[in-house]
C-alpha cells in the first residue's frame, strides 16, 4: 500500500537491542497459531481489477477484521481472503477514522479465530515482536523483531519497530511472543529499511467500542463525482473532496488515458478554459481536454516530464494520436500546482501556463464537443478551480488583474496593506487571491504581506457570504447548513458550498422517500436516527477531539466524523428537510439537540453519542462530574439562536489556533466572529492585539480607537492606550 507522506520523512531514532531471554514458544508454532486469524484485504477498481492489497487481522468470531484506513481505500469494493484460499467480500464497514488510520470491516461469516488484543502500554522497548502481513503481494509473509521505542506522532500513539516493513504490511497485526496484538503496521520508514511503525492497538478499541457502521452500499458512494456535473470515461477512480478533483489508477484508454467531462455548457468561441493540476510522480501527465466527443476524439494540453504537449486524439491508438506542439518552459513549476490554460478562438488554439503562453496552433480538425480533464498512464493527480468563462469573461479577468496590481504596487513591505485595498479587493474573492499570490512569488520583498492580503480578501469575501445568509433575517430563515460550510470555507478556499448544500439535499430527498405516507414525528425521528448513524456511518470524534477537521462541516461530512455542534448542525438540517422540528441547545462543553413535536413533549438528543435520549437530569449530572464542574442553569438549556451556533463554531477553531500558535488564523477567527457580533468588546480587544502583533496596523488603530471610546468592562484600557500610541497616526 503507498506509505501516507507526513511520515515519509521520519528520521531513523536509536535502535534498542532486543532482549535475550528466549521466548516460551518458537516463532513457528506462533506464527502456525496466527495464520487462520490472518487475512488478505483487496480493493477492486471500477473495471473490477485488482488495485490494492494489505493485511487485516480477525477481531471477532462473527466477521470483524481490522485493518489499515489507507487499505480499504475509500469508495471501492473490498474482499478478503484467508489463508486456506477462501475469499469472502465485505458487506460493511463497522468503523473507520482517518485521522487514526484505523478500520474495521465486516464480513459475512461465523466462527472466525479473533486475535487477543493486548494493552500497548505495557509494551517494552527491547521486547521481541512478530508481525505477519503481505509484503509485495508475498502473502501470509512473517518477519520478526523488536520495540525500539514509543511515539507520539501527530497526536497518534506509535510502536517504533527495529524490523523491516513493506508495502503489504500494512494493517496486519503486531503480537508479543503470546500471540496478544500490541498494534497494527501501518508505515516503514524510507530512510532505513529496518525501521517501522505500528499504531497502538489502544487506538483500535474505541472503534470497537463505538462503531460508526456504513453499509457497502453506501461507502461506495463517498467522494463519487456528481454525475449531474461530470462523465467519466476510460475507468481510473475520479472523486471529490475539498472542493478539488481527484483521479489514481490507471485509466483503460490509449497510454492509461481516462477522461473526466464537464456537463458545463460550453460557450461559443472564444472561450478560455483553465484549471490548476499537481500531479505525481512528474513523468506522468494529466491536464486538459477540448472539443470532446464523449467517446475518442477530442484535443489535450498538458504538462508531461517537464515539458508541454498540445495533442489531438482521432481515436483508439496510437497510430490516431497526433502531437501537434510540444514544448519546455521556465514557467512550469515541477512537483507543484500549476495553472495551464487554453483560449480557443475561431481560427486558432492558444495555450498558456501560468500566464505566459507556450504554444500556438491552427488545427481545426475537431469541433464542438464538452471541456473537461485528462490523466495518461500511472499518474495521480488533483485539479482544483476549474473554469469555462467566455470571452467577456476573459476580459473582465484581464482587467481585474491589471486593477489588483495597481493596487498593491505600492504596499510597504513593513506593514500589512492598508484597510481602504482590503475594501476594494474583497469584491473580486478567489480571482484577487491568484493574483495576489503570483504577485508574491515575483516580488520576494513583499511576499508575506501579500500572502496575508491575499487571505484576508478570501476571508471577507465568506464573511459577505455569511452576512448574506445571517444580517436581517428571522432565526428561521437562516440557512444554518450554507452558513457552517462557509465558516469551513476560510480554510478551505477551493470549497464549493453550494455542491455539499446540494447533497445534503439529495441524501434529505432520499431518507423522505422511504417514510410511509402516514409517517408521524416519532417514526421520521426513528428512521433519520437510523439513516444517519447506521446507514451513513457519523459518529462524534473519538481522538483530537478539538481537531479543526471536527468543525469544518465540509470534512464532517466527508469523513461522517464530527464534535457534538458540528453533527448536531447536520442533525438539525437534515430534520428540517424531512419536517421535523429540531433545535439546537447549548449545554456547556457538550452541545446537544432537542426534538419539539407539534404534538408530545420535547426530547434532548446526544448526536455525538449516537443520537440517543437524553433527560435535562443527565445533561445536569454530567456538568456535575465533569472535569471543571458547572452548576447547570436555566439559561444553558434555551434554544440556540443560528448566530449563537455559528459564533459557538468559531469559537471552537479560534480555541484550537490558540493552542496551536496559529495566529493568522487566531485572527481570521476572530475577525468572523466579530462579523457575526461586532459589539463583542472581548473580540474586540483580542483581535487589536492580533492585528498590532501582524502588522495590520489600520485594523489595530481602528479597533484601539472604539476599545477607547466605549470603555467596556473587563478591558485593560490602558494597555490598549500604551499600545495604541505606539502605532502613531
Not at 502456525?32 to 488495485?51: C, H, M, N, W, Y
Not at 520495540?147 to 508495502?167: C, D, F, T, V
Not at 439535499?505 to 433519520?528: C, G, M, V, W
Request: aromatic share 6%; charged share 30%; with cysteine.
Amino acid at each position: 500500500m503507498r506509505v501516507p507522506m507526513a511520515f515519509a520523512v521520519l528520521a531513523v531514532a536509536l535502535v534498542v537491542q532486543a532482549d535475550e531471554t528466549p521466548p516460551s514458544r518458537s516463532t513457528a508454532d506462533l506464527v502456525a497459531e496466527l495464520k487462520p486469524s490472518i487475512v488478505v484485504i483487496t480493493f477492486s477498481g471500477r473495471d473490477g481489477k485488482q488495485e490494492g492489497l494489505g493485511t487485516g487481522f480477525i477481531v471477532s468470531e462473527d466477521g470483524l477484521i481490522a485493518t489499515n484506513y489507507h487499505v480499504i481505500g475509500e469508495g471501492r469494493p473490498i474482499s478478503v481472503q484467508f489463508a486456506d484460499g477462501t475469499k469472502r467480500e465485505v458487506i460493511e464497514v463497522r468503523a473507520s477514522d482517518r485521522q487514526l488510520d484505523l478500520a474495521i470491516v465486516k464480513i459475512d461469516q461465523k466462527g472466525l479465530k479473533p486475535l487477543d488484543l493486548g494493552d500497548a502500554t505495557k509494551a517494552k522497548d527491547g521486547q521481541s515482536v512478530v508481525a505477519v502481513g503481505n509484503p509485495r503481494g508475498l502473502k501470509h509473509s512473517v518477519v520478526e523483531g523488536v520495540i525500539s521505542g514509543q511515539r507520539e506522532i501527530e497526536g497518534r500513539p506509535m510502536l517504533q519497530l527495529a524490523m523491516p516493513i513493506e508495502a503489504g504490511n500494512s494493517g496486519g497485526p503486531l503480537v508479543d511472543r503470546d500471540g496478544r496484538v500490541l498494534g497494527i503496521i501501518t508505515l516503514k520508514s524510507l530512510v532505513t529499511n529496518n525501521l517501522g511503525f505500528a499504531i497502538s492497538v489502544n487506538s483500535l478499541k474505541p472503534l470497537l467500542e463505538k462503531p460508526n457502521p456504513i453499509p457497502m452500499s453506501r461507502w461506495l458512494t463517498i467522494g463519487q463525482l456528481n454525475p449531474r456535473d461530470w462523465t467519466t470515461l476510460f475507468g481510473a477512480r475520479w472523486r471529490r473532496r475539498e472542493g478539488r478533483i481527484a483521479v489514481e489508477g490507471l485509466g483503460q484508454g490509449f497510454g492509461g488515458r481516462s477522461l473526466c467531462l464537464s456537463k458545463q455548457a460550453v460557450p461559443d468561441k472564444p472561450f478560455e478554459v483553465s484549471v490548476n493540476v499537481k500531479f505525481t510522480p512528474e513523468d506522468g501527465a494529466a491536464g486538459l481536454v477540448f472539443h470532446a466527443d464523449g467517446n475518442d476524439k477530442h484535443y489535450g494540453f498538458y504538462p508531461s516530464n517537464g515539458g508541454f504537449r498540445l495533442s489531438r486524439f482521432d481515436g483508439p491508438d496510437v497510430f490516431q494520436w497526433q502531437v501537434l506542439k510540444e514544448t519546455r518552459s521556465e514557467a512550469y513549476k515541477p512537483n507543484d500546482w500549476n495553472e495551464i490554460k487554453v483560449r480557443v478562438e475561431k481560427e486558432r488554439i492558444v495555450c498558456f501556463v501560468n500566464g505566459t503562453q507556450i504554444i500556438e496552433s491552427t488545427d481545426d480538425e475537431l469541433r464542438g464537443g464538452q471541456i473537461g480533464l485528462a490523466k495518461f498512464r500511472h499518474t495521480e493527480a488533483e485539479f482544483r478551480g476549474f473554469r469555462i468563462v467566455s470571452e467577456s469573461g476573459t476580459k473582465t479577468s484581464a482587467e481585474t488583474a491589471q486593477r489588483i496590481g495597481d493596487l498593491i504596487k505600492d504596499i510597504s513591505a513593513k506593514q500589512a496593506a492598508p484597510m481602504k485595498v482590503l475594501e476594494q479587493l474583497t469584491p473580486d474573492g478567489a480571482a484577487a487571491g491568484v493574483v495576489l499570490r503570483e504577485k508574491a512569488k515575483e516580488l520576494e520583498q513583499q511576499a508575506e504581506r501579500l500572502r496575508q492580503l491575499a487571505t484576508d480578501v478570501h476571508v471577507k469575501k465568506v464573511q459577505a457570504e455569511l452576512r448574506k445568509l445571517v444580517d436581517d433575517r428571522e432565526d428561521d430563515k437562516i440557512d444554518l447548513l450554507a452558513a457552517a460550510l462557509w465558516i469551513a470555507a476560510i480554510d478551505h478556499e477551493e470549497l464549493d458550498v453550494a455542491d455539499y448544500c446540494q447533497e445534503i439535499d439529495d441524501l434529505a430527498a432520499e431518507l423522505k422517500k422511504s417514510f410511509p405516507a402516514d409517517a408521524d414525528d416519532a417514526a421520521k425521528l426513528a428512521a433519520l436516527k437510523k439513516f444517519f448513524f447506521e446507514e451513513l456511518g457519523f459518529h462524534g470524534g473519538r481522538t483530537n477531539y478539538s481537531a479543526k477537521a471536527n468543525s469544518h462541516l465540509n470534512e464532517v461530512i466527508d469523513d461522517r466524523e464530527g464534535m457534538p455542534i458540528s453533527l448536531s448542525i447536520l442533525y438539525i438540517e437534515f430534520g428540517r428537510r424531512v419536517g421535523l422540528n429540531l433545535v439546537g441547545v447549548g449545554v456547556p462543553r457538550q452541545f446537544v439537540v432537542r426534538h419539539e413535536p407539534r404534538d408530545g413533549s420535547p426530547a434532548f438528543i446526544d448526536v455525538f453519542e449516537g443520537g440517543g435520549t437524553v433527560t435535562r437530569q443527565e445533561i445536569e449530572e454530567r456538568l456535575r462530574k465533569s472535569e471543571r464542574p458547572i452548576v447547570a442553569r436555566d439559561e444553558h438549556f434555551v434554544t440556540a439562536k443560528p448566530r449563537d451556533i455559528l459564533i459557538r463554531v468559531m469559537s471552537n477553531l479560534l480555541g484550537r489556533a490558540s493552542d496551536d500558535r496559529d495566529v493568522e488564523s487566531m485572527f481570521h477567527y476572530c475577525d468572523t466572529i466579530l462579523t457575526l457580533n461586532p459589539t463583542s468588546a472581548e473580540h474586540r480587544a483580542m483581535r487589536f492585539e492580533i492585528s498590532a502583533f501582524t502588522k495590520r496596523l489600520d485594523q489595530a488603530r481602528a479597533d484601539a480607537d472604539w476599545l477607547i471610546k466605549q470603555q467596556p468592562d473587563g478591558i485593560n484600557l490602558e494597555r490598549v492606550e500604551g499600545i495604541r500610541n505606539q502605532l502613531g497616526k
